[in-house]
């Protein structure tokens, strides 16, 4: 497998867009026209409820994985791995199946790091969890936790690779959560429960 080839996994695989599937099964015809008009679990939980919220949860983030897991069959090397991996966020962020507005990336970044990283993404998610119940606040959790991972990847001794891919994967996130940034420093962003 080359660097194309690596790249053409992540994209496609990255850019099936789950949640925007998810909400449509469960009756929502478009979820970016409802809510915060974000293609994410999120907002998918938000407009069609919480089973659907949470199947397209963990389809999103099984993309991230399972990208991991399908160029690993292809390839011993790890650069060519992780350039998979990121290439997953990307046609997340932006697949060409929805005119390239995804989601945020928080779940297929995240699901990366089940095969490369696993006790690294257990710290990022217990931060999650826990700025979540103290803050209610999905954004706020979910770029603090992204922020976490590359830390956690360095002190817990993951390789350069892995390390380096956990902080591009975490600034695509953080880059994509902007309006959420500007919200929550002007204290008006949305808790967890709450209608838009």
């Known amino acids: ?24 099964w469960f009756g929502v015809k478009d979820v970016r026209t409802v809510g ?15 089973v659907p919220g949470v199947l397209a949860l963990i389809l999103d983030g099984l993309k991230g994985a399972a990208t991991v897991w399908i160029a690993g069959a292809f390839s011993t090397s790890e650069f060519l791995i992780c350039l998979a991996g990121l290439s997953a966020v990307i046609g997340h962020l932006f697949p060409v199946w929805l005119g390239f507005r995804g989601g945020k990336g ?9 095969p490369l990283a696993p006790s690294a993404l257990g710290v990022a998610v217990l931060v999650f969890v ?8 999905v954004s706020l959790a979910s770029i603090l936790a ?11 001794d993951a390789s350069t690779a892995v390390s380096v ?30 209608k838009r």
């Open 1 to 24: 497998m080359n660097l194309f080839l690596a790249a053409l996994l992540g994209y496609s695989i990255g850019s099936i867009p789950f949640s925007f599937l998810v909400a449509r």
């Open 36 to 50: 915060s008009g974000n293609v994410g679990a999120t907002n998918v939980m938000r407009s069609a409820g919480k």
């Open 106 to 114: 928080v779940a297929t970044g995240a699901g990366l790091f089940i």
């Open 130 to 137: 826990l700025v979540l119940g103290a803050a209610r606040q």
């Open 146 to 156: 992204s922020l976490t991972l590359p830390i956690a990847t360095h002190f817990l």
């Open 165 to 194: 891919t956990a902080l591009i994967a975490a600034l695509m996130v953080v880059a994509k959560h902007r309006a959420n940034i500007s919200r929550l420093m002007k204290g008006v962003e949305p808790k967890l429960g709450a």
